[in-house]
């Protein structure tokens, strides 16, 4: 898919001077050089469709020349055809439901959360911004720094389980030999490269990458099948805040999916089916999800019944189960985990893409075109990969943890967006000036956006039901707080932006 732009040879080289300590004349030359030299260079790359030279900008519609709509699809799947769900689907027997119960959470909690990220989907071609650019246009120039900030600790959290589980999936199948320190690097580089050089990349890899992921998994369930028949029995009916908050979880892994849902669709043709880009983004997403999760949900039933798995966990955690599920294929079967390890890495090198335009959105304007996006991607893996290490120590206390909070903020930010874009653009795409994208005078203040979703957590909160804090909504009813942020943000949004408009005029 391209993701060049032929123009940018012709884009004049910024002076390697500015905002810089003075230099002597000669220094100064030299710096000059070293600028173009390696300007040249990567332009060379992006020619040959090895790095994205573009960054935030919003993309020329002359640009936006994809036809492969079927890419949107195999994008979402690979990201998701990995153990990364098999994880989060193992929660649900933390919260004492049973297979049957768990299974009936994950369907109805995913097929409908899915619905967001499929839809923000289809404004990428229409809009072609990025889709924290275009929380611009509800958060405003400078106050959209919050929820870009919540959304860069949100993918670098996400970034972090991927690689702690890629990690001990390397570690399992070396017997020990290798660390699971050891495994988080590697998984880290691998992802560095693919989301150093960009979209095009990107979309080739995810083309095929799910395809021994699928067939791995498979070959676990084959000889791991009579394992999972062994499920813990749990004997009380399941309750509304056992169900609740499960899936509480289950949201926190698809809605952020949606606060980076445009980035992968922007340069797609504007005169792109809308309908096809959502069904493939609906079915890309919440097809391998349900599958998975219930593979997971089923697995952490019965890995205290089965030994070879309880030994496995008690090692290397998910890692350790996986390698105990294929450990009848022998050899084969270690080498299935290594792929198993690898196909995080559609997942892990999609986030890190998103993670380098968010890093970008925070410099200022005079920035952007000396720190180009792939350079961040050397800023992630300096991040993940020492945190990843410190999480792997107490992996699912850390996974819970996390999770715990991202569904919150996401979800009122997103009913933020989805207001502004369907109540006061009516759902016009062009209504979007591209040309106010980084031009405060011409954007909203954003007080309106950042007040709804602040205010939100006065509801929020009280119906919070986690480890470190028991609300008095939740309680009774249960973890209702993504519902409510979401509600409660998009209701108070109304009010707050006519008289944002009504005072500041846009």
Same mark, same amino acid.
């Given at each position: 898919m391209l993701a060049y732009n032929e123009d940018v040879e012709k884009q004049p080289i910024p002076d390697a001077g500015s905002n810089m300590p003075e230099m002597g004349e000669g220094e100064e030359v030299s710096a000059n050089r070293r600028?173009?030299?390696?300007?040249?260079?990567?332009?060379?790359?992006?020619?040959?469709?090895r790095v994205e030279f573009r960054g935030i900008a919003p993309?020329?519609?002359k640009e936006r020349t994809v036809e492969s709509t079927v890419d949107v699809f195999? +994008?979402?799947?690979?990201?998701? *055809?990995?153990? %990364? !769900?098999?994880?989060?689907?193992? $929660? /649900? #027997?933390?919260? =004492?439901?049973?297979?049957?119960?768990?299974?009936?959470?994950? +369907?109805?909690?995913?097929?409908? *959360?899915?619905? %967001? !990220?499929?839809?923000?989907?289809? $404004? /990428? #071609?229409?809009? =072609?911004?990025?889709?924290?650019?275009?929380?611009?246009?509800?958060f405003g120039r400078y106050l959209v720094s919050v929820p870009v900030l919540l959304n860069l600790a949100t993918l670098t959290g996400f970034s972090v389980i991927i690689a702690v589980v890629g990690g001990q999936c390397l570690s399992a199948v070396a017997g020990g030999s290798l660390s699971v320190d050891v495994g988080i690097v590697i998984i880290?580089?691998?992802?560095?490269?693919?989301?150093?050089?960009?979209?095009t990349v990107l979309h080739v890899y995810e083309r095929f990458a799910w395809i021994p992921a699928?067939?791995?998994?498979?070959?676990?369930?084959?000889?791991?099948?009579?394992?999972?028949?062994?499920?813990?029995?749990?004997?009380?009916?399941?309750?509304?805040?056992?169900?609740?908050?499960?899936?509480?979880?289950?949201?926190?892994?698809?809605?952020?999916?949606?606060?980076?849902?445009?980035?992968?669709?922007?340069?797609?043709?504007?005169?792109?089916?809308?309908?096809?880009?959502?069904?493939?983004?609906?079915?890309?997403?919440?097809?391998?999800t349900i599958l998975l999760m219930?593979?997971?949900?089923?697995?952490?039933?019965?890995?205290?019944?089965?030994?070879?798995?309880?030994?496995?966990?008690?090692?290397?955690?998910?890692?350790?189960?996986?390698?105990?599920?294929?450990?009848?294929?022998?050899?084969?079967?270690?080498?299935?985990?290594?792929?198993?390890?690898?196909?995080l890495l559609g997942n892990l090198a999609a986030t890190a893409y998103s993670v380098t335009l968010n890093f970008q959105m925070l410099l200022p304007q005079n920035m952007v075109a000396r720190v180009p996006r792939y350079a961040f991607a050397l800023v992630l893996t300096a991040i993940v990969v020492p945190v990843s290490i410190r999480a792997a120590a107490d992996f699912f206390v850390s996974l819970e943890n996390f999770v715990a909070l991202i569904g919150y903020w996401s979800s009122a930010f997103l009913g933020v967006v989805l207001v502004e874009h369907l109540l006061f653009r009516r759902g016009d795409c062009a209504s979007y000036d591209a040309d106010a994208w980084d031009k405060a005078r011409l954007l909203p203040w954003g007080a309106a956006a950042l007040a709804a979703a602040a205010l939100s957590f006065a509801l929020v909160i009280p119906a919070m039901d986690q480890t470190w804090y028991h609300g008095p909504i939740a309680s009774?009813?249960?973890?209702?707080?993504?519902?409510?942020?979401?509600?409660?943000?998009?209701?108070?949004?109304?009010?707050?932006?006519?008289?944002?408009?009504?005072?500041?005029?846009?």
């Amino acid at each position: 898919m391209l993701a060049y732009n032929e123009d940018v040879e012709k884009q004049p080289i910024p002076d390697a001077g500015s905002n810089m300590p003075e230099m002597g004349e000669g220094e100064e030359v030299s710096a000059n050089r070293r600028w173009a030299a390696s300007r040249a260079f990567l332009i060379k790359a992006a020619a040959f469709g090895r790095v994205e030279f573009r960054g935030i900008a919003p993309i020329p519609i002359k640009e936006r020349t994809v036809e492969s709509t079927v890419d949107v699809f195999t +994008l979402w799947w690979s990201m998701n *055809t990995n153990i %990364l !769900p098999i994880t989060f689907g193992m $929660l /649900g #027997p933390v919260y =004492g439901l049973g297979l049957r119960d768990s299974s009936l959470v994950i +369907l109805f909690f995913t097929l409908l *959360t899915a619905l %967001l !990220p499929a839809y923000l989907s289809t $404004l /990428g #071609p229409k809009i =072609g911004m990025r889709q924290m650019i275009q929380a611009r246009y509800s958060f405003g120039r400078y106050l959209v720094s919050v929820p870009v900030l919540l959304n860069l600790a949100t993918l670098t959290g996400f970034s972090v389980i991927i690689a702690v589980v890629g990690g001990q999936c390397l570690s399992a199948v070396a017997g020990g030999s290798l660390s699971v320190d050891v495994g988080i690097v590697i998984i880290a580089l691998l992802a560095l490269v693919i989301s150093f050089c960009g979209f095009t990349v990107l979309h080739v890899y995810e083309r095929f990458a799910w395809i021994p992921a699928l067939v791995a998994i498979v070959v676990a369930v084959g000889t791991g099948g009579s394992g999972l028949r062994q499920q813990t029995v749990v004997e009380e009916p399941a309750a509304a805040p056992a169900v609740l908050s499960f899936g509480m979880i289950v949201a926190s892994y698809m809605i952020p999916w949606a606060c980076l849902a445009s980035d992968f669709t922007t340069y797609l043709s504007p005169m792109t089916s809308s309908a096809k880009i959502f069904w493939y983004s609906y079915l890309g997403t919440s097809i391998p999800t349900i599958l998975l999760m219930v593979l997971g949900a089923a697995i952490g039933g019965a890995v205290e019944n089965v030994p070879e798995w309880a030994d496995g966990y008690a090692s290397t955690s998910v890692g350790g189960v996986l390698a105990a599920m294929l450990a009848p294929a022998v050899g084969f079967g270690k080498f299935l985990v290594v792929l198993l390890s690898l196909s995080l890495l559609g997942n892990l090198a999609a986030t890190a893409y998103s993670v380098t335009l968010n890093f970008q959105m925070l410099l200022p304007q005079n920035m952007v075109a000396r720190v180009p996006r792939y350079a961040f991607a050397l800023v992630l893996t300096a991040i993940v990969v020492p945190v990843s290490i410190r999480a792997a120590a107490d992996f699912f206390v850390s996974l819970e943890n996390f999770v715990a909070l991202i569904g919150y903020w996401s979800s009122a930010f997103l009913g933020v967006v989805l207001v502004e874009h369907l109540l006061f653009r009516r759902g016009d795409c062009a209504s979007y000036d591209a040309d106010a994208w980084d031009k405060a005078r011409l954007l909203p203040w954003g007080a309106a956006a950042l007040a709804a979703a602040a205010l939100s957590f006065a509801l929020v909160i009280p119906a919070m039901d986690q480890t470190w804090y028991h609300g008095p909504i939740a309680s009774t009813t249960g973890d209702i707080g993504f519902e409510l942020a979401f509600a409660v943000s998009a209701a108070l949004y109304v009010p707050l932006r006519f008289l944002e408009k009504k005072f500041v005029g846009r």
